[in-house]
């Protein structure tokens, strides 16, 4: 009889869906994937708005941010910086011709896309530079000479 009891009151573990509510999308995600035949978990989310993939690194001298924007033209993009944030923007055109489409399969996405990052206040907004090259954007910004550490002789 106690094995019995026992086992009524055994409580059932929450799924890890249930616990992320983020994941509450999981089966539909998976549901999407078997339709489609493959994995879809790089894809970028249809807002009308994606976000390049970015490198961000830094070393002595400067920040370097290099932003992955394949099948944009260098006129589509422009680079900011205001109160200690580096804004990416652009727009990435569609040149296709429905028109004469019989069928169609579309992974790329298209529209407009921003990244925004703040820079620590050594940042020089007056030693910034920008280039585009094989759908890569390279922006570089110097760090200002007065933030370096400098050591300060003791008098004594």
Request: negative net charge; proline residues 6%; glycine residues 6%.
């Amino acid at each position: 009889m106690s094995e019995k009891t026992e086992t009524a009151v055994e409580r059932r573990q929450p799924q890890f869906s249930e616990l992320d509510p983020w994941n509450r999308w999981a089966p539909l995600r998976t549901m999407m994937d078997q339709f489609f035949g493959e994995r879809s978990a790089d894809w970028p989310i249809a807002t009308g708005v994606t976000s390049p993939r970015v490198d961000i690194t830094e070393n002595e001298h400067e920040y370097r941010v290099r932003a992955e924007l394949p099948g944009v033209s260098k006129q589509d993009v422009t680079v900011e910086f205001e109160q200690g944030v580096l804004s990416i923007r652009g727009e990435k055109k569609s040149e296709r011709d429905e028109k004469t489409e019989k069928g169609r399969r579309l992974e790329c996405s298209y529209g407009t896309f921003s990244r925004s990052f703040s820079l620590p206040q050594d940042a020089n907004p007056d030693q910034i530079s920008a280039e585009f090259a094989n759908g890569v954007l390279d922006v570089k910004v110097k760090k200002s000479p007065e933030s370096k550490p400098k050591q300060i002789a003791v008098k004594g």
